[in-house]
């Protein structure tokens, strides 16, 4: 193995274990000799690699954060404007995916906020800001075409984020039991019917709402 390979893999494999660290413990509660331990490295050999423990903490936020994009098949439908009941869904079933498949990720961007919230965001807008811009302009277009009722965009894009977020454990609060939903199928169809609810205008007829959603998932 070439110097260069033995330093890439090095470098991935401080990342991938300081991305786990960081999310469970916090960027106070991860000290760099664990997260050396853990990746069998030396402490002198991590701090050859990063000059800091804060360089560490954003790389493994942005390897995370890379990749995350909005599906093709998504930003065409946002493009072409398509009926809420169909991109709704899909925008939907993208938050479960991604909050399901990516736990890591969520807890890291609550971390840099919470804890080295003076990077935070430009490094969040970098990555997050093209997803919920898209899904921003698609709510207002739709609105100034009456598809969808005359509500706040930038505040129905946070709060279907929140909705998928927030939601499940929320719910544990308020029940004392698991969300009513057994998987992530049953989650996206009771975020679809609930939000279609909220957003179609009145006059489109409680029907389309209560149609069943598109269930559009990409591979």
Same mark, same amino acid.
């Given at each position: ?33 664990? +997260? ?20 560490? *903490?954003?790389?493994? &936020? ?40 990516? #736990? ?27 997803? *919920? ?19 706040? #965009? ?13 939601? #499940?454990?929320?719910?544990?609060? +308020? ?12 989650? +996206? ?10 957003? &179609? ?19």
């Amino acid at each position: 193995m070439t110097l260069s390979s033995r330093n890439s893999e090095q470098v991935h494999k401080i990342v991938q274990v300081a991305a786990q660290l960081f999310a469970r413990q916090g960027y106070h509660g991860t000290s760099t000799r664990e +997260i050396a331990r853990l990746a069998e490295i030396s402490e002198n050999t991590l701090f050859r690699q990063f000059e800091h423990k804060e360089d560490i *903490f954003w790389a493994a &936020l942005r390897s995370r954060l890379s990749g995350l994009k909005l599906r093709r098949d998504l930003l065409d439908g946002i493009a072409e404007s398509a009926e809420p009941e169909v991109i709704l869904p899909q925008i939907l079933t993208q938050l479960v995916d991604t909050a399901i498949l990516k #736990p890591e990720l969520l807890r890291l961007i609550a971390v840099a906020f919470i804890e080295l919230h003076w990077k935070a965001e430009a490094v969040c807008f970098e990555y997050l800001s093209p997803i *919920f811009s898209a899904v921003n302009r698609y709510l207002a277009m739709n609105i100034q075409s009456g598809k969808v009722r005359n509500l706040d #965009p930038a505040m129905v894009t946070a709060a279907l984020a929140t909705t998928v977020m927030v939601h #499940p454990e929320l719910s544990k609060l +308020i029940y004392g039991a698991a969300p009513p939903y057994s998987d992530s199928r049953e989650a +996206i169809q009771l975020y679809t019917k609930f939000w279609l609810d909220v957003l &179609l205008p009145p006059a489109l007829g409680r029907s389309r709402a209560n149609t069943h959603p598109t269930e559009a998932r990409s591979t």
